[in-house]
């Protein structure tokens, strides 16, 4: 790791893509550092090169985990990285209480409420108009947001 990313990198390990984190540097070098013109990176590829000593450091294996899901108003929250930086002052632990808390309110509330949209909008801010305001504009505090996708799933 340096500076929190991979190969100083990218900063999430990827199932899809990225392919110049699973391939030994000299077929990223002969390959990817000559594709047809048009083909582009995230990152610039000689900025980590160097660094590329042991891949792969991604896999797309999946981490598979087996859980009993019997309660009967269970369901299943699936996000990408981006809804946790929205929590981003909370322990993993914390969050998942925050979000099963949400979405069970939101479903104690009974009709068709869109649960992924109230964990959105609790990310963003939630009744802090003034926060969901510098998220949304141009007044958000850091350089960029990372994608947010939420899948509430009963089951």
């Known amino acids: 790791m340096l500076k929190d990313r991979v190969l100083g990198a990218i900063a999430v390990t990827r199932a899809l893509g990225d392919q110049v984190f699973k391939l030994p540097s000299i077929y990223t070098e ?17 900025d980590f090169l160097g660094r590329n000593l042991t891949p792969p450091y991604m896999s797309n294996q999946p981490d598979v985990r087996t859980v ?5 108003d269970a369901f299943l929250i699936l996000c990408s990285d981006g809804l946790a930086d929205l929590f981003e002052h909370h322990t993993m632990e914390d969050m ?12 104690g509330r009974g009709g068709d409420e869109n649960t992924a949209l109230c964990l959105l ?3 963003l801010g939630g009744e ?3 926060k969901v305001s510098r998220v949304l504009t141009v007044e958000l505090m850091d350089k960029w947001m990372d994608d947010v996708t939420v899948v509430v799933l009963s089951l």
């Not at 009993?68 to 009967?72: F, K, N, P, R």
């Open 68 to 72: 009993d899901l019997s309660a009967e």
């Open 121 to 123: 909008r609790q990310g």
């Open 30 to 46: 002969r390959i990817f550092k000559n594709a047809q013109p048009g083909f582009r990176f995230s990152t610039r590829v000689d």
């Open 96 to 107: 998942a209480k925050i979000w099963v808390q949400i979405v069970g309110d939101a479903k």
């Open 128 to 130: 802090d108009v003034e």
